[in-house]
């Protein structure tokens, strides 16, 4: 049984060998012989991400602790006003006159 392809079919296999053979060679060209002054825009892309990921990591540092202290500053309100309502509930009215 004899099995005949036509020329698109012989094109799009081309096309797979020649795309999967370009997919590898870029990895091969980045790796092999490469050095970091031949990508500087990117070095540079990767400097100002770190940067922006330690701002991120301080601010959020930052957020938590003003979140700690807005809990504390919380919490020591809450005891000054109970304090307060519990030395109004102790106080009789006939010692006030």
């Known amino acids: 049984m004899s099995a005949?392809?036509?020329?698109?079919?012989?094109?799009?296999?081309?096309?797979?060998?020649?795309?999967?053979?370009a997919s590898f060679s870029v990895f091969y060209f980045l790796l092999v012989d490469a050095s970091r002054s031949d990508f500087p825009r990117m070095w540079q892309a990767a400097v100002h991400a770190r940067h922006d990921v330690d701002?991120?990591?301080?601010?959020?540092?930052?957020?938590a602790a003003d979140a700690a202290l807005y809990a504390r500053?919380?919490?020591?309100?809450?005891?000054?006003?109970?304090?307060?309502?519990?030395?109004?509930?102790?106080v009789?009215?006939?010692?006030?006159r």
């Open 4 to 21: 005949t392809h036509s020329l698109a079919e012989w094109a799009s296999v081309l096309s797979l060998g020649i795309g999967v053979h």
């Open 55 to 63: 701002r991120a990591y301080a601010s959020g540092l930052r957020l």
């Open 73 to 90: 500053l919380t919490l020591r309100d809450a005891a000054f006003t109970a304090a307060a309502l519990l030395a109004l509930l102790t």
């Open 92 to 96: 009789r009215p006939e010692a006030l």
